[in-house]
């Protein structure tokens, strides 16, 4: 274990401040994962902590090298903001459909090859690909890109693309303003956007509405198996969830447009840096950031909006269109939207009872029963979803946060987290056991071999990662999901 991790409780640990200035680094883990933890990853983290204006830093079990911020981290400020720990790909999320078939309608391969086929027309996966790759997507126009990401899931939005308006009442956020509250701001940042030379390839980037990007975006038809404590019962209940039934797990994000935003923003926050000679935290481009109500905030919380708005209905129109595969396929069926939340964003929350700018990068929003955010949803009682993807072999989770996810800003990892680099994984694992461990779990695929680099054993040991969570007393599992079929893509991704 690292000599700067110091035990603090049931898998959890602290790391000092640089120079013992501020409030130590919260670091969720047991033993097991605290292992996985490289010098790079504790050296990001404490660039985050050093940073201008970092009140809260908390590295989450899932965590490994990124970009600037370490993925599987959250960072509070009350005065700046930071793209870095965000990412590239804004709103990167999860989502989960509940269908009303049970585990039995697709136990025959050669039903779920039909609906692998059905999903596939209408969803393409890949990056780069939009709806002119496949047949039965929706045609997204100039006009009603804008819409999407201004709007958010709108009620003009939904119905524009067939999507059930009431889904947006199961978001964490359906729709993001600019940084002055309103749509029409967002309008004139997307005008002045489109005005300078970004026209034609707003378009090829709004076509891509209902599509998965490459890498680890994924689509995933799991059957539930809701817990038998009382506690989960109940949140089963209120979130939907339906025991022994199928359901489907999506993850993915804003796509190119959320890229190039990003990318755009950096290139501008570094030619400021350099323009005014300013000294980048730890020499590193990636951790630039604005101050809060400059013109330079301003724009990031702007381009931020926009793009979780395009991850958003990208989300929700992901989900119509497999639900329409499935009708497709299986007559009658019928299905609702649990849940969807991202784990690549910004969000304004109170921390230490003053509003700060809470910046979550491969970690997701855990709020607990009674939280004062949640009193206007259905979820009061009982904490929102937490959707935690693990592997398609050990299976993912649906949890709901409890009392002690304060001491993480209430916040929890994103999935299971990498331990092998793309490269590394092609280089050590074999492709044979791969597949033969899919054959075994009686899991299909909609390619001919997983992407190896893809691997569950590129990854962290699921259980580990859930048990961190639960020692430390951040979350509860409500329901287990078993993997089916998986639809991905072995292109690079978004994020």
């Known amino acids: 274990m690292n000599s700067q991790l110091h035990p603090s409780g049931p898998s959890t640990s602290f790391i000092p401040a640089p120079e013992s200035k501020g409030k130590p680094i919260t670091v969720i883990g047991n033993e097991h994962i605290l292992e996985t933890f490289c010098d790079q990853t504790i050296s990001q983290i404490q660039n985050c902590k050093a940073s201008p204006g970092v009140t809260e830093v908390v590295l989450n079990p899932d965590a490994h090298v990124g970009y600037g911020a370490p ?230 919380l702007d381009d931020m909006a926009l793009g979780a708005n395009f991850a958003t209905v990208n989300h929700l129109l992901i989900n119509q269109l497999v639900l329409e595969a499935f009708q497709e396929v299986l007559p009658g069926c019928t299905g609702n939207l649990v849940y969807f939340i991202s784990h690549n964003i910004a969000r304004e929350e109170i921390v230490n009872g003053i509003p700060q700018w809470v910046h979550r990068k491969g970690a997701t929003r855990a709020f607990p029963a009674g939280h004062h ?59 044979q056991k791969i597949d033969t461990e899919f054959d075994q779990h009686d899991i299909l695929f909609n390619g001919r071999k997983y992407p190896i680099d893809e691997a569950p054993d590129a990854y962290k040991d699921f259980g580990q990662v859930l048990a961190s969570v639960e020692e430390a007393e951040l979350a509860h599992q409500v329901a287990h999901l078993a993997a089916r079929f998986v639809i991905k893509d072995s292109s690079a991704a978004d994020d």
């Open 71 to 300: 993925i599987g981290c959250v960072m509070a400020s009350p005065t700046h903001i930071y793209p870095g720990p965000v990412g590239v790909d804004i709103k990167c999320s999860m989502s989960l459909l509940q269908l009303d078939i049970d585990d039995d309608a697709i136990a025959d391969k050669h039903i779920r090859r039909e609906l692998i086929r059905a999903i596939c027309e209408r969803t393409p996966t890949g990056a780069g690909k939009g709806t002119r790759s496949v047949k039965k997507a929706r045609e997204i126009d100039t006009e009603l890109g804008k819409m999407a990401v201004t709007q958010g899931a709108s009620k003009e939005v939904c119905n524009a693309l067939g999507i059930p308006p009431e889904w947006a009442e199961r978001c964490e956020d359906s729709a993001h303003f600019a940084h002055d509250g309103t749509i029409s701001s967002l309008e004139e940042r997307l005008e002045k956007m489109l005005h300078n030379g970004y026209h034609t390839r707003f378009l090829s980037k709004a076509q891509q509405l209902g599509s998965y990007g490459g890498g680890n975006h994924f689509g995933e038809a799991e059957k539930v198996t809701v817990h038998k404590s009382p506690a989960a019962q109940e949140a089963a209940q209120t979130f939907g969830l339906l025991d022994g039934k199928i359901a489907f797990l999506s993850h993915c994000g804003s796509r190119g447009l959320g890229n190039d935003l990003a990318q755009k923003q950096f290139k501008t926050l570094e030619a400021h840096f350099e323009k005014w000679n300013i000294p980048y935290p730890a020499g590193d481009k990636k951790l630039v950031y604005a101050p809060l109500g400059t013109p330079e905030g301003n724009n990031y």
């Open 373 to 431: 955010a949640l009193k206007e949803t259905p979820f009061y009682q009982t904490g929102h979803p937490i959707l935690l993807p693990g592997n398609p072999r050990d299976g993912s989770v649906v949890m709901a946060a409890l009392p002690g996810a304060e001491k993480s800003c209430y916040s929890v990892n994103h999935g299971a987290g990498r331990t092998l680099g793309r490269k590394a994984a092609a280089r050590t694992l074999d492709q």
